[in-house]
């Protein structure tokens, strides 16, 4: 099976073209390639396949195996991916995933593409739809007990769930001991994303990210969209926010009068390579 490993900041996936080759149990084939000591290493497994839906299909499975809808810095990786190697050769394309058909902006340099900017749709802030056992019609600083401790979270969908949470200290956080507190809790029947954000300023805010079924990543696309409508809605800031992940920077921008979500950032190919499974 031949696959290319690529990443967005730093949130690296292993990508198979499903236009040449054919995947038998996805799920098992995404918990052996993530592992890094023995497979290829990899936050997860991304399926490139044909669909009469759009320009292609992107289907993701994290590193515990489970499927997953969406991932921000998937699909750019998956737009570079298509246009690169020749499968679409335009600079606006279209990708179906499981929240949806997302169109693609790409910034091409020197015949490749270096940046992606990606219509991410509209932010989800209903509590039964995110899903959210809450009463409020938005969760909006609600207050939240994990391993003891209260936290106020804000809820947002952007095609899967993300409960954000603002500090005075990301750096400081022992993630690997609050983040499965978080996932697993009651509250969230599918599970869900959590982002830790400190706000630096009206157009700038930091977050590090405990992904369900992945642990800590050091970037999250989805999470960096949830992030800036948290921070907008909450007040901390304006329409456009840099968000600063352990992986580099991404470009967010709620257009409030279309309600949509636009993340504009990199992609990069780490190498190709092939499996003898």
Not at 100 to 118: F, M, Q
Request: glycine letters at 10%; aromatic letters at 8%; hydrophobic letters at 40%.
């Amino acid at each position: 099976m031949k696959f290319t490993k690529m990443q967005g900041l730093g949130n690296d996936y292993v990508y198979v073209n499903c236009f040449q080759e054919k995947i038998e149990n996805p799920s098992e084939l995404a918990k052996f390639v993530s592992n890094r000591n023995f497979g290829v290493g990899a936050d997860g497994l991304i399926l490139i396949k044909p669909t009469p839906l759009a320009d292609c299909e992107m289907e993701m499975y994290n590193a515990d195996g489970s499927q997953g809808a969406m991932c921000g810095n998937g699909i750019r990786c998956v737009a570079k991916y298509v246009y690169d190697y020749g499968l679409v050769k335009k600079e606006v394309l279209t990708v179906a995933t499981r929240s949806g058909i997302k169109t693609l902006h790409l910034t091409v340099e020197n015949g490749k593409v270096a940046r992606v900017k990606v219509n991410m749709g509209s932010p989800v802030l209903d509590p039964d739809k995110i899903p959210i056992a809450a009463e409020e019609k938005r969760v909006l600083q609600m207050p939240f007990e994990v391993e003891g401790k209260i936290w106020k979270i804000t809820g947002v969908s952007m095609g899967n769930p993300h409960a954000v949470t603002f500090v005075e200290d990301v750096r400081g956080l022992d993630l690997e001991k609050i983040g499965p507190g978080f996932e697993h809790h009651v509250a969230f029947p599918d599970r869900v994303n959590t982002e830790f954000v400190r706000v630096i300023d009206r157009h700038t805010a930091e977050m590090r990210v405990w992904e369900r079924g992945s642990g800590e990543t050091l970037a999250c696309g989805t999470g960096a969209c949830a992030v800036a409508v948290a921070c907008i809605l909450n007040g901390y800031t304006e329409d456009r926010v840099t968000v600063k992940l352990l992986g580099g920077d991404l470009d967010i921008y709620w257009d409030r009068e279309e309600n949509l979500v636009y993340m504009t950032g990199p992609a990069v190919t780490v190498f190709d390579g092939e499996l003898f499974l």
